[in-house]
């Protein structure tokens, strides 16, 4: 049963809370740094059936060329090796629109956001949990504190809706996985977050568990340094 199992994920949570100084965290703002972001997409993504091949060996989804756009990737020193990208709601849509019904959010005019296009360089998998939960970190606190979005949706294969639902805390936002035409048909299962009470629930949830297992303080109560440029880019654009 799912209840017993995100109460072992949980469990077996190690947060790092120092990272290393040369991870630069970073909205994408050169040709480079999306060129190297859309390549690891593609080949992330070609791993795991969810890009057909094609001749140029890069991913570019169209939503990426729509305002309301951001591509947020690590670097180190100038190699791009984790990317993300937010997608806020507008006239054109979501991705997630042609497999769950967003509109009772819009309905209740709150404002949508959808992450997309995550992807982690291959070489470096031995550090990808910690990647992971700080590249996660800086999209929900830019999607809160910047864009101020109240809804997050993402659309996961199976293997990876268990980070989103049990330590996350998404909620099922379809019954069962649907076959998802921006992910060459494969199965993906939709999620969504209400932003404005994830930090509730979440302290409701973990702010008694030890440092390394506590998703509360990780990504609502501690602040990474300024040399990750966590705060120092979110209030310079604000």
Not at 106 to 122: F, Q, Y
Request: charged residues 25%.
């Amino acid at each position: 049963p799912s209840k017993i199992r995100y109460t072992i994920l949980r469990s077996q949570l190690n947060l790092c809370y120092d990272l290393p100084h040369d991870w630069q965290f970073k909205i994408a703002d050169s040709v480079d740094e999306y060129e190297q972001a859309f390549k690891m997409l593609y080949k992330n993504y070609r791993e795991v059936g969810l890009q057909a091949e094609n001749n140029i060996g890069i991913r570019i989804p169209k939503y990426n060329l729509v305002p309301g756009s951001t591509v947020i990737v690590v670097k180190i020193q100038d190699q791009v090796i984790a990317t993300v990208t937010l997608l806020v709601d507008s006239a054109f849509g979501l991705p997630a629109d042609v497999a769950s019904n967003l509109e009772g959010f819009r309905s209740e005019n709150k404002r949508i956001g959808e992450i997309s296009a995550l992807a982690i360089d291959s070489r470096y998998q031995k550090l990808k949990g910690k990647l992971l939960f700080a590249l996660t970190k800086f999209m929900y606190q830019y999607a809160r504190e910047f864009l101020k979005v109240d809804t997050l949706v993402a659309g996961t294969k199976d293997r990876v809706s268990d980070f989103y639902r049990g330590i996350l805390l998404f909620k099922p936002l379809t019954e069962r996985p649907v076959n998802y035409e921006f992910g060459n048909s494969q199965a993906i299962a939709f999620h969504s977050l209400d932003v404005t009470e994830a930090e509730e629930n979440s302290f409701d949830l973990y702010s008694k568990k030890p440092m390394n297992t506590n998703i509360y303080n990780y990504y609502h109560a501690h602040r990474f340094g300024d040399n990750l440029m966590f705060q120092k880019l979110i209030f310079e654009r604000s």
